[in-house]
């Protein structure tokens, strides 16, 4: 398990520091974890344990939702030998554009971070809108709460954190006064966040 967070950090997948969430709310952590598909050896290693889980689970074909998924399911694909696909936004809604799933085929969702795991759910409506059956979610990051588990079981993971996050108000960080705070919208910030580590 550090193994994979001390990869992650070294490919900048995960930042320690103090960062503006999209909600307004401040963290100490964030990730970005298009930033390990940057390092195909890396995000194996990562994907090792995971694939060796799904390796033991009756799966048929592994499915990545555009674009967080789509790499780490390939990736999957390619450590254990099942097939792999991606859903795409088609007009704003989730569908399979260009694979088929054939009625029965278990399907496994692939995931770069699940933090409720409710935009899943429109990948599993998909599923089995094809007639295929979902048999859970596999994911880099696991970061669920435990009295908010994942609408559809999680069955591999790469990685648990449990990041809080603050209201301004009540940010420790903003208190301690040493970070500042840092919005990462663009691979500038993200450059500038390192500079600040
Ligand atoms: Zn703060």
């Known amino acids: ?20 969430l999209s909600s307004g709310r401040h ?13 195909p050896e890396k995000c194996a290693e990562v994907m090792k344990p995971v694939a060796e889980a799904v390796k033991k689970l009756d799966v048929d ?19 254990t ?12 809604v989730m569908a399979l554009k260009r694979f088929a799933i054939h009625p029965g085929e ?16 429109e990948t599993k409506r998909v599923i089995e809108q094809a007639g295929g059956v979902c048999v859970g979610i596999c994911c880099v990051v ?6 908010a588990p994942s609408p559809i079981p999680i069955v591999a993971s790469a990685l648990k954190l449990d ?14 006064g040493k970070l500042p705070l840092v919005h990462l919208g663009s691979r500038k910030m993200a450059q500038k966040a390192k500079q600040t580590l």
Do not use: W
Not at 142 to 147: G, L, M
């Open 1 to 20: 398990m550090s193994d994979a967070i001390e990869i992650l950090k070294s490919c900048d997948a995960f930042l320690e520091g103090h960062f503006l």
């Open 27 to 39: 963290s100490g952590a964030y990730c970005q974890m298009a930033y390990l598909q940057q390092y």
């Open 81 to 92: 030998g099942k097939r792999a696909i991606f859903t795409e936004r088609v007009e704003n």
């Open 163 to 176: 990041l809080p996050n603050y209201a301004p108000e009540e940010c420790p960080i903003c208190k301690a």
């Open 106 to 121: 278990k399907c496994l969702i692939a995931e770069d971070v699940v933090t409720t795991g409710v935009s899943s759910l």
């Open 61 to 79: 074909v592994i499915v990545g939702p555009a674009m967080g998924g789509i790499v780490y399911a390939y990736e999957l694909g390619r450590q």
């Open 142 to 147: 696991d970061r669920t709460k435990a009295d």
